[in-house]
């Protein structure tokens, strides 16, 4: 097997050498080139396609079929990291036709299964390689051998990268009256961001462009089409996270015209409570909301070719735990309780009133001449004290006189 070597890439051809007999003709000295093609990053726990491109073939006279058939490709490949199902199952590669010894270039597929532990990367290492035709009576091979020490690399995870499905969206798309349909098709770029984190906002950028004459129209006469529009993307892989959703301004919407999409692109935003590895495809889009997440639309747009589109990874770091404080009680607490050294200071002054007193009372009187804290009535208090003392002792006076006297 060839000997791994670093190849980030999500493309790499093998140079193979085919050996005389079989249904397909061998030109000696003359290698087959097949190339690998896999997305750009990949998600750990999940599948993706490997795509096997075989060039233009030959067939020998005696294996011109009669009817239509198609090559079959089956091709011995180790991946590290992950596995590949029904290895030893020849896969339908380019369409052979009837009674033609000429064999357009075409691709097999196969299925690719990443290792939920796997990390970094996954590598696919190509081996034999076995070339018969579909409808053969026999088992027939050209058989092919390779010599190359590469490997394709696919990086997992990387936030960015894109599956090997369509980018074209095919919508059907209904409004404003449940008769105004139309079949819509957009080309749709979807750009991941590299910092997402746990708990925080982060955004996903889309900018749409029209297929020729499959453009979305505005309606001739009735209601009037808000320049809005709100597109969405679909998310799998993260447990909480399933949608984006964002709102661009398409610009000026004429009756019976095109309704032109934003030139720039724009932010579909979502917020991930739990890190981790998600796949990402567009979805609906809707024309012409009033509401801020773009329900009740004038015009709803709905995917058709869901299971055929492009797909994206992306991956939500865990973060730091900095911003943790800002939304718990350890941040809260010196606000909530820095109130108690004054409630506690107010109290201490409560239990010793008698020592304020005698601190202010001086004061007071010499700046008033009145009595301090006692306020302009304690003059009243102390004219009646002094009232109440000289009585006692008049009347201890008469008292004692009476006692002599008996």
Known sequence: MATPTTAFAATKTFSYTCQTGGPYTVTTGTPLTVTLTAPTSVTAGQTFDLTVGIPTLTLATNSVPQTATTVAVNLALTPSGGTVTEPTTPKPGAAITANQAAVPAGNATYKVAVNSTTTGKISLDPGDLKLGVTSATSAATTNCTTTSTEVLDVPIGTGGGGGTGTDLVEYECVGPE?????????????????????????????????????ELKAPTTGQTIPAKIFAYASLTGITGLTSATGEGTTGTITAGSTIPLPTTAFDMKTTASTAGTATVKPADVNFGANTATGNNPAIACKVQNATELKSYTLTVGSGTTSPSPTTTSPTASPTTTSPRPTTTRTATLTVTPSKTRKSQTPKAGADTGAGGTMGPDGRLFILTGTGLVAAAAIGGLVMRRRSVKG
């Open 178 to 214: 449940d008769s105004d349909v139309q079949d819509v098709e957009i080309k749709v770029e979807l750009t991941m961001p590299t910092t997402a984190k746990v708990n925080e906002q982060f955004a996903i950028k889309w900018k749409g462009t029209y297929t020729t004459g499959k």
